[in-house]
């Protein structure tokens, strides 16, 4: 009996399959801590990045409503009278009205042009004489 | 003595463990089974929260994308005076100057029994900041949204206001309350023990959705062009009250839309109802003279008259069923042009009792859309008085003409004016150019869009001819002219009632266009009981029109028909 004990307990398959299976149930359950540890930290790190992201977007807010006020009319004309700067819109003389090229444009710009432009037509027509000359 | 062989030992082991563990086991059946639903909830309202999120309510912005109204996050602070109580006036006095109250009665409030207390309302983020870093026990900070209007006064009937649920009250803020408001969210959140979220745990999310921005055609820069110009008129003429449109006559889109008395949208309660009253759409008063663009234009558009037919208006004096009517100068023959310009009411009868008729006059009302509400999209418009045939008297023919017996709101007489100004159609007003989410993507697009035609082209084309001269130096504005421009306008001059009665106080206007072959704009001006000698509608309207005309069509770039010949002279220096 005695002897039956002494050779079982040498068997190292046994005592080997024992060791594996203990750490791998205890890898599994410290991989599952771990993990778990790591989706609270993350959970963390959105909060924080949510309560950030939260304040910029108020702070924008405000922001945009001080640019608002700093650009209205109200403001702007105050800020110009403090100033002394003799700001004023231009008058219709001090304005130069510069025509987009449309119908208006041709209309009053394209008969100046045009004899240049016929000039230039006519040019293509000239290695043609060239050949009946080479001829 | 039983001798206790280690079976029996073991077999008592064995029992007292079975029984443990049954009873265990009927503990937990006890709580997992039938207690479970009762034991799962108190423990989900000791763990878990529901947070409930307000969505920001959307912006009012002009057409060029200028913030007129916006929301802004504050805080609420308020205590736990069971938590505060102990150490009230330290709290106090490290609260005082963030929070600019006094210490006493924040001693006040942070000391009791209670639970829950108000400290300050709209609490900027900043201020904020500096209270959370003093790390004082028992403060609560809680989200709130404040409503605020960049600019002030500017604009103010046309934006309204919101109350303190931030609802629409008046305006656009009212007018479009559906699409500004927020869809509120919230969130299922457990917290640890130091009241801190496990966000990792959060059960259910449904975030906010933010109300949808709405972009009006009002133009801020023409809008505080039109509050300069009408302050200027009430220092000058101290009248009661006043407005100024100003539109663009082919689409309906309004420009500006000023009234005063006045309000900070900021602070509406600091106001009278009266100040608040949007009175370009609300009020009605007897349009006057400038209803005379109705029965010329009526009577032109049915052959019935040409500018060149002539009426005799009796020397200011012509008695029609019993009753006298009177011109303010007198005149002797007048064509129908002279008429407009000079501004006949003999003349006007004459054409409405002698060549229009009751019966199309009243058509030409209706269809000039007079009775009826606009359909901008403001509230509290009212619909003026025009009223039915059978309900007029034997002098209605002769008076209507001239702007008495009906009443019109300054929108409704704007837009009759556009209709002559545009080629004959009668627009609907448009206040809001689009609703859009916040990337600018279009939820909603509000398109201009004809109401009826009352007239033809050529009839207009006859209105433009004769309305030219009114700002001429022969005509009752030559105070309306706009150097460089060809304007066209009609003057009114309209007697006040009051106890139903006339008395000797007016609405003085005028309603132009400009430029008058192809317009671009059109501005009404109107001030109701100016004061200092001056009332008549060319004097005292006609030269503030030219004060917003000059400056607008310098900032929309409105070419000039011709040269001014002053300009000229300082160029040749």
């Known amino acids: ?29 410290v991989g599952y801590v771990w993990q778990k540890n790591q989706i609270y930290r993350l959970g963390d790190e959105i909060k924080k990045r949510e309560t950030t992201l939260s304040a910029t977007e108020k702070r924008n807010t405000m922001l945009a409503a001080q640019l608002a006020q700093l650009k209205s009319p109200v403001y702007l004309e105050a800020r110009c009278q403090q100033a002394n700067l003799g700001l004023a819109a231009p008058k219709e003389t001090q304005t130069i009205r510069l025509l987009e090229p449309g119908p208006e444009w041709d209309a009053r710009f394209l008969p100046a042009v045009q004899p240049a432009a016929a000039q230039k037509t006519v040019k293509p027509a000239r290695p043609a004489t060239k050949v009946v000359a080479s001829r | 003595m039983i001798k206790l062989t280690h079976r029996h030992r073991a077999l008592m082991v064995v029992t007292g463990l079975s029984l443990a563990f049954t009873a265990l086991a009927c503990r937990l059946v006890d709580l997992q089974i039938f207690r479970h639903a009762a034991l799962s909830r108190e423990a989900a309202s000791n763990r878990e929260q529901v947070i409930h999120r307000q969505g920001r309510r959307g ?6 994308g200028n913030m007129l109204a916006n929301s802004q996050s504050v805080r609420i602070i308020a205590a736990d005076p069971s938590i ?27 000391t009791g029994s209670g639970k829950y207390v108000r400290l300050k309302l709209k609490v900027d983020e900043d201020t904020v900041t500096q209270i959370k870093a003093l790390k004082i026990k028992g403060l609560v900070f809680e989200d709130q949204f404040l409503r605020t209007y960049p600019n002030g006064p500017l604009a103010s009937h046309v934006i309204g206001f919101v109350d303190n649920d931030h609802k629409g009250v008046q305006g656009i803020e009212a007018g479009l309350d559906k699409y500004l408001t927020g869809v509120a969210g919230y969130e299922v959140i457990e917290r640890d023990r130091k009241g801190r979220e496990i966000r990792a745990n959060r059960d259910e999310e449904i975030g906010p959705r933010d109300g949808y921005n709405v972009v009006l055609t009002v133009d801020q820069v023409i809008q505080h062009i039109a509050e300069v110009e009408l302050e200027k008129a009430m220092e000058e003429f101290h009248p009661q009250a006043g407005v100024i449109i100003v539109s663009r006559p082919k689409t309906g889109e309004i420009l500006a839309m000023s009234s005063r008395p006045t ?34 234009s009526g009577a032109l558009n049915d052959g019935l008259v040409t500018l060149a037919d002539r009426f005799d208006c009796e020397h200011g004096a012509w008695s029609f069923a019993g009753r006298i009517l009177h011109d303010s100068h007198p005149y002797g023959v007048l064509s129908v042009e002279e008429i407009l310009f000079h501004s006949s009411n003999i003349g006007a009868a004459k054409i409405g009792v002698t060549k229009l008729g009751a019966a199309r006059l009243y058509d030409y009302i209706r269809a000039y859309g007079f009775g009826h509400k606009t359909g901008i999209d403001l509230p509290g418009e009212v619909s003026g008085i025009a009223h039915p045939l059978a309900k007029w008297n034997p002098l209605s023919i002769s008076r209507i003409p001239m702007g008495h017996e009906i009443a019109a709101t300054p929108l409704q007489m704007m837009m009759a004016m556009n209709a002559i100004a545009n080629g004959g159609h009668l627009m609907k007003p448009v206040i809001v150019k689009s609703v859009v989410d916040e990337n600018n993507t279009t939820v909603a697009k509000f398109q201009s869009q004809e109401v009826r035609q009352p007239i033809t082209l050529r009839a207009s084309i006859l209105m433009a001819t004769a309305l030219r001269r009114v700002a001429s130096p022969e005509g009752t504005a030559p105070k309306a002219a706009v150097k460089g421009y060809d304007v066209a306008g009609k003057t009114g001059t309209a007697e006040k009632i009051e106890n139903g009665q006339y008395v000797k106080k007016y609405y003085s206007s005028f309603i132009g266009y400009l430029p ?3 317009p671009e704009i059109s501005i009404l001006v109107s001030l109701d009981n100016p004061v200092g000698g001056a009332y008549y509608g060319g004097s005292v309207a006609g030269p503030v029109f030219r004060g917003v005309a000059e400056k607008v069509t310098q900032y929309l770039a409105i070419p000039p028909q011709f040269a001014d010949p002053d300009e000229k002279k300082v160029a040749k220096l």
């Open chain 1, 1 to 29: 009996m005695r002897s039956n004990r002494k050779r079982e307990s040498l068997r190292f398959g046994n005592v080997a399959k024992s060791l594996i299976t203990c750490l791998a149930i205890s890898a599994i359950g």
């Open chain 2, 59 to 64: 912006e009012i912005r002009d057409c060029n």
């Open chain 2, 84 to 110: 505060t109580t102990s150490n009230a006036p330290a709290i106090a006095r490290q609260l005082a100057p963030w929070l600019k109250m006094d210490e006493a009665s924040l001693t006040t409030r942070l």
């Open chain 2, 263 to 296: 309000f900070d949208p900021n602070n509406p309660g600091g106001f009278s109802a009266d100040a608040r009253r949007n009175r370009c759409v609300s009020d009605v008063a007897e349009p006057g003279s400038t209803f005379k663009i109705v029965v010329c």
């Open chain 2, 516 to 518: 008058a072959a192809d």
